[in-house]
């Protein structure tokens, strides 16, 4: 019921939207989450292909790059629908976010072939360039032509599947965005089981060597980086703002058909008050994403930069908040594994947590607001 | 006087005509006034400037006097208002009164109160709550029999704002004992000084008395005082408030409570400690928020659409913060909590007592809380029961 509200005169919007719906008839979410975490695979490469096909990958790269040149608008609309369809995807970094950082980055082989491979789904093209919300800077060194690089990195999705990362290292006291072969010599990986049952990986570079061509941006400055980041957070958002759709009416259908004392429990007047705070967050939760989408298509930056903030911390905390109480609401159900409700409340931990948590994006949010 | 067509204006220009004639006429002595509910007299040379200029009336169409702007221009009027910090009129009269009679009040009621609202002669109280009917509002019990052309009038109204400074209310009575509630009530046109009308006001938490009680003994009402047909005063006074609903979640006190307590917390240095900054993010981002929850309401009404039900998830959100953000200027206070007195900071005195308890109050009026609530679950999720 709670979803984003955005102006879309030609129903292109809608058409996005009944698109992911239609997709998610034939992939439900919560059946392909059970099949990662059962046989511990990072991601479902076959579904990616389907999303590929559908024109969903790439969708903010620009034209002349093969990809669509559509806005954050349209990516926000897919992502909202593939929350509330609980499709497991890493959509906002491996196409949001790779998209980005080769849209920012100037014309070059090595840009090209990551963007066909990513528009493609041939390519799995993973950004590891942040962890805690900060941005992670590898060490580099040249040594003659090429670069070596050093350190490790944090909180990779899809780390398994990635045929490429890109990553930044300093070098010579300079940013360079670099894309990274993940069968690179020195590469090596660790994982972590994460809340979804699905690794989550440390990389590990000790002396992995990049030739020159493999440099997407010799000087990166950090506020292309943030921008790009900001966008990804924004699709981040409207994902957590699709589970906090999802998981509410979810809760709602529960209760109208829970039946206690001869009654269905949602007739009770404790539990509407609760539906209806939690109704509340949902609506709060899409209102502040298309508050950011709006400001980005602006021109105020510090605008924007506040807006983005504002909806990564709400939509995290709405999502995570109404699957939780959510929870109660289904009784002992919820404490099920069998219960779809519990998938909901770790994807909403899982993307709550990833490019900054709440709690730390609110801090900034004030400071950043009152440093003006 | 020249009538100008405002809705034809682009929404800049008119905001910048009006916030600069605003800013020129409402007296600087007025402005951001520490009492919610002044008097007419108080704030009579305000009201009277903007009876003069023909902009008292925002809403009412041009014909009965008033600026007949759309919600779009509406809500820049309330913006620029509540931006330039102008006290709040004794505003029953142009905001319940007028639409009531404009929409279903006979001619002569029509020429004979709005003039006389738009003049300042005519201040009005609103005769609605009841010892025992507040939340229940339909089951009021005051009564009004006809007899010999008049309604008599006996009962008792209650939480009557500003009726010791109204010289007419507009009562709700039980007109039919044995229909369902909703279905024997009318709406009483009631002249103050009419025999019978007693008015003893109630001090509130803030030691102000603005709301009063109201009883009436045996008050002799013309019966051409009755509002639209008898015992369909539930549905009038139901439908006065339309779009205007939206006010009741603009963020205006919260936003200036948060000023406050960013500047008590400023003077005491209290950005500095990591946990203040943590919970003073919470709440600024809460009201941040809000504002975008807001401007989706407000979208619609710029479109030319009409509010749903749902809008009320902003008065209870609204309401809410406003007591989060007092409460914490409390903590922040410490031992100075126990002060009525103003704080005193290099930048200014902050209220905090003052927002404290006047932060109570609007979780409760205008529909509480837990009724807006109740009223959600049904009408927008359709809940069962």
Redesign the interface.
Known sequence: MPQMVMDDEDGELAMLRDSVAAFAENRPGPKTVRALRGDHRDMDTAQWTEMAEAGWLGLMLPEELGGAGLGIRHQAIISEALGRALIPSPMTTASVLSSLLLAAAPDSAERSRLAEGLIAGSAIVVPAIEANGHLVRLNGRREGNVIRLDGHIEFVEAAHSATDFIVLAEVDGKTLLLSLPSDCTGLSRADKEGVEGTPLSILVLEGCRVAPEKCLIDGADAKTVAKAIDLARVAASAELSGIASRAFEMAREYTVNRVQFGKPIASFQVIQHRLVDLWSEAEMAAAAVVNAIEFLEGEDEKASRLAVLAAKARASDAASLIARRAIHLYGAMGFTDESDIGLYLKRAINLGGMLGQAEQLRRQFVIEERAA | MMQTDWNSLPDEEFREIFRDWVDDNCPSELRYMRKQRPTYEEVKDWYQALSEKGWLSPVWPVEHGGMGLNPAKHMIYVEEWARLGCPRIPDHGIGLVGPLLIQYGTAEQKAEFLPKILSGEHMWCQGYSEPNAGSDLASLRTSAVLEDGHFVVNGQKIWTTLAHCANWIFVLVRTDKEAKPQRGISVLLVDMSLPGVTVRPIANLRGEKDFCEVFFDSVKVPAHRLVGEVNQGWTLAKSVLGHERIFLGAPTRPEYALGRLEKLATSRGA?DDPAF??R???L??DL??????F??FAKILRSGGELGA?VS?LK??NTELYQRITEEMLMLAGEESRYNDDLETENGDVDAMNLFLDSRAPAIFGGSN?IQ??I??KA??G???
């Not at chain 2, 941040?288 to 929850?293: F, I, R, V």
């Open positions: 950005f900054l943590s003073y993010a919470k600024r981002l941040y928020d809000l504002g975008s929850s401007e989706r749902d998830m209870i959100f837990e609530r109740n959600l679950a927008v999720l809940l069962p029961g």
